[in-house]
T-cell receptor, first 116, second 112 residues
Framework: GNSVTQMEGPVTLSEEAFLTINCTYT??????LFWYVQYPGEGLQLLLK???ADDKGSNKGFEATYRKETTSFHLEKGSVQVSDSAVYFC???????????????WGLGTSLAVNP | KAGVTQTPRYLIKTRGQQVTLSCSPI?????VSWYQQTPGQGLQFLFE???????NKGNFPGRFSGRQFSNSRSEMNVSTLELGDSALYLC???????????FGPGTRLLVL
């Protein structure tokens, strides 16, 4: 079945450092890919998404490119801030764009701590 | 537009009891999904409802059930609670035909 694999955390960085969180997936068809972020004590927020190969999703300085050839969707940010400290989840939308039977398949999450 | 709301935010129950959690989707969203989040298993899909019908179901025992009302509000119920049911339960809503799901803050359930 479909699955998502994320790099294990925790990741600890200093402010202004470069961030990469790796995400690879296994899927049949052409799923959409997502990054969600969970701040301490809160629910999940959509960070960015990409719906087809070579699409780049971006938001708040974060970027991720849908790479079909490497089945990857790595999250990057050029200069992290303390406020970026959170848990980041990679997910794919099961079954693609077909009807309403859709669920998200999740990675286990990567905790990021940014120190001042 | 108001976001997804979930009530209650925190809940403490004992083994064997049952619990009902509530979710109000974003206005106009007719699809509601439920997820369980635990440190060990991560995020796992429970079920999705659309227009009062269950459209998709994850691999959870029958103790976990849900329903959706005509106003799209949804409830999930867990009967005969077990210690392992302690988790953050997240609800998400989306527009018909859209892929992006919007999450509520979750209900944190502790089973003693």
């Amino acid at each position: 079945g479909n699955s998502v694999t994320q790099m294990e955390g925790p990741v600890t960085l200093s402010e202004e450092a470069f961030l990469t969180i790796n995400c690879t997936y296994t899927a049949t068809g052409y799923p959409s890919l997502f990054w969600y972020v969970q701040y301490p004590g809160e629910g999940l927020q959509l960070l960015l998404k990409a719906t087809k190969a070579d699409d780049k999703g971006s938001n708040k300085g974060f970027e991720a490119t849908y790479r079909k050839e490497t089945t990857s969707f790595h999250l990057e940010k050029g200069s992290v801030q303390v406020s970026d400290s959170a848990v980041y989840f990679c997910a794919l939308s099961d079954e693609g764009w077909a009807g309403n039977n859709r669920k998200l398949i999740w990675g286990l999450g990567t905790s990021l701590a940014v120190n001042p | 537009k108001a976001g997804v709301t979930q009530t209650p935010r925190y809940l403490i129950k004992t083994r064997g009891q049952q619990v009902t959690l509530s979710c109000s989707p974003i206005s106009g969203h007719r699809s509601v999904s439920w997820y369980q989040q635990t440190p060990g298993q991560g995020l796992q899909f429970l079920f999705e409802y659309f227009s009062e019908t269950q459209r998709n179901k994850g691999n959870f025992p029958g103790r976990f059930s849900g329903r959706q009302f005509s106003n799209s509000r949804s409830e999930m119920n867990v009967s005969t609670l077990e210690l392992g049911d302690s988790a953050l339960y997240l609800c998400a809503s989306r527009n018909q035909g859209a892929e992006t799901q919007y999450f509520g803050p979750g209900t944190r359930l502790l089973v003693l």
